[in-house]
């Protein structure tokens, strides 16, 4: 759920720095994930920045200037830092949808984050929220070449990092991060200079609750799982490539994991585009699936604040099987009202072949952040 929204640097561009880019040095602007977040590679608390780009450059009527001294309070001094996501949905199923949300309300997500910078190149990062602790870590940033070390328990960097946790590309390979147990422990280094950027990290592989099916934070096998991302992101263009691998169980009942996929985004006019595909491999001492899933999404803005969607995800588990795949056709609008606030209206159309119902869903949700 804690996700950055990567349709912003690609819709907005360069003047995602708005009015501050004279605070910035120009080889340190990034369309990349730390140009918002203190977590480099994307959502979660947003940075000082992050905060002035969502009060400035996203809402239909913007903050007064009293407002926008209130928002910027959640830096409290140089040494301490508070932020919060809320998000209260409502779906509505079909009857014979497989959702546990038929005609429901809910909270989809309620976190709060503290980030403490002792020293200008040193931050703590924790989160907490009603799905548990997703990520607490040790951020060490701005290093020569606009580097950063991370260690701790954070989502392993793969792919557009998307605010949609039920997305197929997140969801479907392990990196919803909705509850405690999809995030890991390990150590992350990565850099974002310019038009550049790459994250590569080491981890136990044993933490994901669907890497694994326990759950377990500890390490149950001696490899350890790997992932890394990395490219090119122009301030209309991105072009970037992932890569993930681990190994679960014991030798004797071993199954590897091996993701390889890349995304690409592009911005013409009042049009912007993102993709993503992957392919999926799983393989074990008696068997080998191979499998892909996709994504696709369109934004256009057409007012201030207002932004029609449309998304497409595809999910085939085995692509040497029949009757496995799943699709989803997104229609909606995001709206950005005020600042801190965003309201999505969405229809969901889903195909399943292994499930032949009427499953479409509307989704309507407010969004509180700070």
């Not at 503290?114 to 990062?125: D, G, K, R, V, W």
């Not at 690409?264 to 699936?289: F, K, N, P, V, Y």
């Not at 099987?321 to 309201?343: C, H, K, N, W």
Request: hydrophobic share 35%; glycine share 10%.
């Amino acid at each position: 759920i804690v996700y950055a929204l990567p349709q912003f640097p690609i819709r907005f561009g360069m003047d995602i720095y708005g009015d501050h880019m004279h605070g910035h040095e120009e080889d340190s602007m990034t369309m990349d994930c730390s140009a918002c977040h203190v977590n480099p590679t994307g959502g979660g608390m947003r940075n000082e920045h992050g905060l002035q780009f969502s009060m400035e450059k996203l809402p239909t009527w913007k903050a007064s200037e009293e407002n926008k001294e209130t928002l910027m309070g959640a830096k409290i001094n140089n040494l301490f830092s508070i932020g919060a996501d809320l998000r209260f949905a409502y779906l509505l199923a079909e009857s014979e949808s497989s959702s546990p949300y038929k005609n429901s309300f809910f909270p989809m997500q309620a976190d709060i984050y503290f980030a403490l910078m002792p020293h200008q190149n040193f931050t703590l990062y924790y989160q907490n929220g009603i799905q548990g602790i997703r990520e607490v870590f040790g951020l060490i940033h701005d290093l020569p070449a606009s580097t950063h070390l991370k260690f701790g328990k954070f989502l392993p960097p793969f792919g557009l990092k998307l605010d949609d946790h039920t997305s197929f590309i997140r969801e479907k390979l392990g990196f919803g991060n909705n509850t405690a147990l999809d995030s890991d422990a390990g150590v992350e280094v990565g850099f974002a200079k310019g038009l550049w950027f790459g994250n590569a990290a080491i981890f136990n592989g044993s933490g994901s609750r669907l890497f694994t099916g326990s759950g377990s934070n500890a390490d149950d096998n001696r490899s350890k799982g790997i992932s890394a991302t990395g490219g090119f992101k122009a301030p209309r263009f991105w072009l970037a490539g992932s890569y993930f691998h681990n190994t679960t169980g014991d030798t004797n009942n071993e199954e590897t994991s091996e993701y390889i996929g890349g995304y690409s985004a592009i911005h013409i006019w009042q049009l912007s585009l993102l993709g993503e595909w992957d392919h999926i491999s799983t393989e074990t001492s008696t068997s080998r699936t191979k499998g892909q899933v996709a994504y696709a999404e369109a934004n256009v803005s057409l007012y201030q604040g207002v932004v029609a969607k449309i998304k497409y995800d595809l999910y085939d588990p085995d692509t040497g099987a029949s009757g496995d795949i799943s699709q989803r056709m997104t229609f909606g609008f995001d709206l950005y009202p005020y600042p801190s606030t965003e309201v999505l209206i969405q229809y969901r159309k889903n195909e399943e072949e292994s499930n032949e119902v009427d499953n479409d869903q509307f989704l309507t949700m407010i969004h509180l952040y700070f």
